[in-house]
């Protein structure tokens, strides 16, 4: 292979494990004139006074937010950069500490969904360190920001909009909500629409509570993974050796798939593992694959080739990157 080509392959396979980049964003109109109307929206779609005044009328743009959301890391680094920086012997040795800790908890969500605790942890270690880091962002100041910046304008006006049902629900009181740059809150990180369709209340004190309740945190992380048609027979996937002339052949006889966000378009279509192994995949040790007749995907990073069973897409619906959705799942394996 010519250097010309290793280094296309390379390039190729770094941009298949990220997000795709927007187009380069058009001027956001000032800033004083979109607030005013989208308070007019706000009151045409029927919040009160009080919840727009508290909420809504002292809105700023945040330049860090914008800068945040334009410098994303499943966009900037290498898969084994972003990788090693989220699994180190300290987050396997918190997440083994925290699964101990809540080991009652974690019992009866893993019970109640199917989903194994290793992946409730893993995402929670991923998201927020444990709960050691939330964000202090207002929610409505960054969605705000993000809403009036035009790259993704629309999505964050809609999650803003979100935020205000929540307060005006009474699920969560504005001052409490806070979070990230992007306006994810709590433990595991929800967006506002992912609160209102998937948070519960699993300690059954009348409040979904993912800021302060572990087992609300628990179940609702679980409760995600569950809707989003996790199956407790399978695990995530495996890492895999792909030979150069395999890699051949799955390029020329395995499409790419065809639906589901732009990460799920950059893997192959499912395949039994059966045909892996005669198309020449093999497992790390260069040994045969389970003789299983689970559908499998190929997703290639930068430097490594994993086959990714269903259960991994419930992982990329939480955040749509194969380099973070590989971590979570290669920090469960190491959570085990």
Known sequence: MTV?????????????????????????PPFDEWRQALIDEARTR???????????????????????????????????????????????RRGREAAKQHGTALADVEARYGVPRRFIVSIWGIESQYGRITGNTSIFQALATLAWEPRRADYFRGELFNAMTMASSGYAEPRRMTGSWAGAMGHPQFMPSSYLKFAVDFDKDGHRDIWGSTPDMFGSIANYLKEWGWDDRFTWGREVQVSAAARARIERDVP??????????????????????????????????????????????????FLVYPNYDAILRYNCAHYYALTVAQLADRLR
């Not at 700023?60 to 950069?81: F, K, M």
């Open 4 to 28: 010309v080509r290793t280094l296309a392959v390379i390039l190729a396979a770094v941009l298949l494990q990220s997000p795709q980049p927007d187009p380069a964003p058009t001027a956001p």
């Open 46 to 92: 029927g919040y009160s006074e009080s919840l727009i005044q508290e909420t809504l009328a002292g809105v700023t743009p945040l330049q860090r937010v914008i800068q945040s959301d334009r410098s994303q890391a499943e966009l900037v680094v290498g898969y084994e950069r972003y990788a090693r920086s989220r699994i180190t012997q300290l987050s396997i």
């Open 256 to 305: 790419k798939r065809t639906e589901g966000c732009f990460a799920m378009r950059n893997m192959t279509e499912r395949r039994p593992l059966g045909e892996w192994q005669q198309l020449g995949v093999r497992r790390t040790n260069g040994r045969a694959l389970p003789s299983t007749d689970v559908p499998a995907g190929l997703v290639q990073t930068d430097s490594r080739s």
